[in-house]
C-alpha cells in the first residue's frame, strides 16, 4: 500500500489527547498529513474510517469489569472490507509523492490493533494525555456504541468518556506493539517542547519545527466542578506517570524510552 512504509507516520491517540499538536507540528515541519482536513487537523472525511472500526468491532467481547476480549483480533485474518476501507480514508496519502507522509483522525485508535498488522513498518507515535483532562469535553468516540463496541452504559458523560478511554488503553496495552513507535505525553510536549522535540527528532529522523502551546491545558482537571478521577484507570494514570507515589519515578525511568 505505502512503497516507502518508513517514510509513513500515524497518530494514535484519544480524541481530545492533544493529537492536533503533534499533527501540526509534522504539517509545519514538510509533512504531508493528508487532504482534506477538518479545523482539528484530522483527515477528513471520515465515513471510511469509523466503517472500518465497525468491521473490526464485530470480533470485540466485553467481558465486564472494565476489560474487553481483543484476542482474536492479534490472529484472525483481516477482513478484506476493512482493508478497502482503510484504502479509500487514506487515499490522498497513498496517492501522495510527498517524502514524508501521515494522517491523524482519532478513530485510529479504534482499529489499532487491525492497523499495526496491516502497516508494520509505519512510524507510530503514540499520543497520550492525562485522561482527567482528555474527558472534560466530548468526542465522537464517546459512546463506543457508535463503532460497534460493547460497553456498559451510563448516563454520566465522564463515566462513559472514561470507559472510552479505558477501551482505547486496553487496546494499546494489549496490542503487539510495532517495530517503529514512540510514545509522548502531551504535558511533556507543552511543558519541555524543546526535550520532546528532540525525542521525536531522534525517533523520525528529521528536524521538526516548534508550534506554540497552552501551558493552561495541563491539570485542567482540578479546577472542574464535577469529580473525574475513576479507579479503573488508577493503572495507566501510574503508568503513565500521572500519579505520585514510591513506583512514580521507576515508571518515568522505564517509559522514557518507549
Known sequence: MFDSPDHVITIIGRGHSGTRA???TLHDSGVFMGEPQNPSSDLIPPEDMYEACRVMAHHVK???DMRWDLAKLHTMP????FTRLIESFLSSVIASDAAW???KIPETTLCYPWIARLFPDIRYIHWVRDPRDG???GHTTDDLARFGVPYPRTDNIYLQRAISWKYQAQIMADTPRPRRMLRVRLEDFVTRQQATLTRL???LGFPLEAISVRPQVVGRWRRNPQPVHFNFYQAELRSHGYLRGPRRTAQLRQGAGS
Request: no cysteine; charged share 25%.
Open 22 to 24: 503533534i499533527s501540526k
Open 62 to 64: 466485553y467481558r465486564g
Open 78 to 81: 483481516i477482513d478484506p472490507a
Open 101 to 103: 507522509r501521515g494522517w
Open 135 to 137: 474527558i472534560l469535553n
Open 201 to 203: 527528532q531522534r525517533f
